[in-house]
């Protein structure tokens, strides 16, 4: 006796009528609502005969059917696979592309000097404008950025250093912001464009652009 093959779990057959060995709507006896197969639109290249042996009322399809039900779930699982490895190279690649400036010990500077950069950096940060920043000097190489919030006048002073192209800060009194799980700040200034990169410990990055306009205030440039 010829049949269609045997389904992968428990399905139904259809056989194609341009085979007239082939009996239309056989089903297996461990059938459920589930999913079915059908092999009527591919009859002529899909279809393979499978012997069949009836032993107590249930179908024993051949070895070759197993082959291929093995063959096909291979390929199933080999599809899902490419799909999931390609989708996250994108996503890191994606992360990575979003960060143009990379850690180096040489700082590109253009017009600016530390004290911009450090206006710059707290500005970018806490998101005020650069022009209620005051910037003095408080020790070698250190310095203190100080401004008056707009919104209740209250005084905020924090402390600066350049290093390289990164930017450490912290409040005066308090910590260096430099712990693993803290963000790094890195700079990079051509001609009177300067750019600050915050790389979040999230693996996020925020990007704050300004522009030293010829009086020599700094002032945000819109995104």
């Not at 045997?6 to 259809?14: D, E, M, N, Q």
């Not at 006896?29 to 092999?39: D, E, I, N």
């Not at 890191?92 to 004290?115: H, L, N, V, W």
């Not at 940060?125 to 650069?130: E, L, N, Q, V």
Request: aromatic letters at 10%.
């Amino acid at each position: 006796m010829r049949a269609v093959p045997w389904g992968l779990g428990r399905c139904t057959g259809l056989a194609s009528a341009r085979h007239p060995h082939a009996k239309r709507g056989l089903r297996f006896p461990h059938q459920s609502s589930g999913l079915v197969l059908r092999y009527d639109a591919l009859a002529d290249s899909a279809l393979i005969y499978t012997d069949i042996y009836k032993k107590e009322g249930v179908l024993k399809p051949s070895t070759f059917a197993y082959i291929l039900v093995g063959f096909l779930v291979f390929s199933v699982w080999s599809h899902f696979s490419n799909n999931e490895g390609s989708s996250g190279q994108g996503e890191t690649q994606t992360q990575d592309d979003g960060r143009d400036i990379k850690r180096s010990e040489q700082a590109s500077m253009g017009t600016y000097s530390e004290r911009d950069v450090c206006k710059a950096a707290i500005s970018s940060m806490f998101f005020h404008s650069p022009s209620i920043m005051s910037v003095s000097k408080a020790g070698d190489e250190v310095y203190k950025v100080s401004y008056r919030r707009p919104s209740d006048n209250t005084l905020w002073e924090n402390k600066c250093q350049i290093d390289g192209n990164r930017v450490h800060w912290g409040v005066f009194d308090g910590r260096w912001r430099t712990h693993e799980m803290d963000g790094v700040i890195l700079f990079m200034a051509l001609g009177n464009d300067l750019t600050i990169q915050e790389n979040h410990n999230d693996g996020s990055t925020s990007v704050t652009r300004f522009t030293k306009q010829g009086d020599g205030s700094i002032v945000e440039v819109d995104a």
